[in-house]
């Protein structure tokens, strides 16, 4: 700015120099309205350059300060205040409890004493597994079980509301020889799934070629096997009296 003045300046001496050499000439030959005149106007000229030039410095000086305010307020970052929006809310539907599969056991054919076992769910049950002992309470020699072995269908499948078999227990090769007709048949069998909501046990009882019952233990309940083994004398003397306590929850053949 101050470089600004001292040029402004010197425009204006050397304008004032030439006001006064042309004023100096025109006042010589006796021009003194003409020499007035220029006189004037050089004098405006110099007023009007050093107006103009004290203008600019001010403003550059205005200009200057503004930028020196705007450098201060940039050496801190400016804190910029951002209202968050309002969380969203998401509506996650309740899960749907899981429809496990539901076997259970059905006895038929009187004449050959056979199982199925039965998909009561609305659901594909896949691999069933079935566990039978039975005994043949008119083999008085023969204190094991009829060797009809536990069958597991790996791989296999049942439909909603469908069955698969029917599974042999009499007609089976390994007991179809040691069974003969009016023979007395007792026992437990088990079903279950992996998937399966529980195992399920049931009592049989059967006349072969005649007709029976099977009963349903209640849920979580299941044979001791090795008491039943104790218990089988007393069962093959009196079998109608023994089992009686079989009989709460039963099906018929």
């Not at 025109?26 to 007035?36: D, K, P, T, Y």
Request: proline share 9%.
């Amino acid at each position: 700015m101050f470089e600004d003045i001292l040029i402004a300046i010197g425009n204006g001496l050397a304008q004032a120099i030439v006001t006064w050499y042309a004023v100096h000439i025109f006042v010589n030959e006796h021009r003194i309205r003409n020499a007035l005149v220029i006189g004037l106007l050089g004098i405006i000229g110099i007023g009007l350059t050093v107006w103009a030039t004290v203008r600019n410095g001010r403003a550059q000086t205005e200009l200057k300060t503004e930028l020196d305010r705007i450098e201060r307020n940039t050496k801190q970052p400016p804190k910029v205040i951002v209202q968050a929006p309002p969380p969203i809310v998401q509506l996650v539907p309740s899960k749907t409890p899981k429809i496990r599969p539901d076997i259970s056991l059905r006895v038929v054919y009187p004449e050959g004493f056979a199982t199925i076992l039965v998909n009561d769910s609305s659901v594909v049950l896949r691999d069933p597994k079935f566990f039978p002992v039975v005994w043949d309470l008119d083999l008085p020699d023969r204190t094991d079980p009829l060797p009809v072995p536990t069958e597991t269908f790996t791989g296999e499948f049942i439909r909603p509301h469908e069955y698969l078999g029917p599974e042999p227990i009499v007609a089976h090769q390994n007991a179809a020889s040691l069974v003969k007709p009016g023979h007395r048949l007792f026992g437990y069998i088990q079903v279950e799934c992996p998937d399966c909501e529980r195992t399920k046990g049931y009592w049989v009882w059967a006349i072969n070629g005649t007709g029976g019952w099977y009963a349903e233990l209640p849920p979580g309940h299941y044979a001791a096997l090795n008491a039943l083994f104790k218990l089988l004398p007393r069962i093959k003397a009196d079998p109608d009296q023994s089992l009686r306590i079989f009989r709460r929850r039963r099906g018929t053949l």
